[in-house]
């Protein structure tokens, strides 16, 4: 055998695992049982839960922070959804039930009226209410990620999900 040879098929094997081992890094695979599209109201409610329950979970979010809706709409800029703050009532599930921008958690003070008090109050404080709420919390919310594709894959024991983002990386969940 050529002593040249060896040496090709040695650095060749080498040079293989080299780039695929770059491809798996820049385009690896995350796994997590849940993945949540959106970081809004509704994206963040369910991270809380998940994470309350220990589910390995992730949120995805298409811009650089929470709730970014709120940044362009109401276009009156304000929310009609109200902020009473004053009820009367020291019972904490009736304000609760009067007080439509905060989310559910385990902390008592983490609630809307921390960013306005004022009864319909403007749209550019939820986003900033959805940040203290993530942070506080501690919530696991990748930004940037603009999920362009979602394929089911079947197999004998369950159905689970590849998402596709904008730089194919991909992430599964059940």
Known sequence: MEPSLPC??????????????????????????????GAGPAGLQMGYFLSKAKRNYIILERNSG??????????????????????????REFNLRHDWNSLLSDKPDL???RVSSEFYPPADKLPLYLSMFERELKLKVQYGVDVGRIRAVQSAAERSY???DQHGGDYTCR
Do not use: A
Request: proline share 3%.
């Open 8 to 37: 090709f098929i040695f650095f060749s094997l080498v040079g293989f695992v080299f780039t695929s081992f770059n491809d798996l890094h820049r385009n690896g695979t995350q796994h997590h049982d849940y993945c949540v599209l």
């Open 66 to 91: 929470p709730g970014s809706f709120f940044n362009k709409y109401p276009r009156h800029r304000k929310l009609i959804s109200i902020n009473k703050i004053h009820t009367g009532r020291r019972n």
């Open 162 to 164: 590849i998402l596709t």
């Open 111 to 113: 609630l809307f009226q």
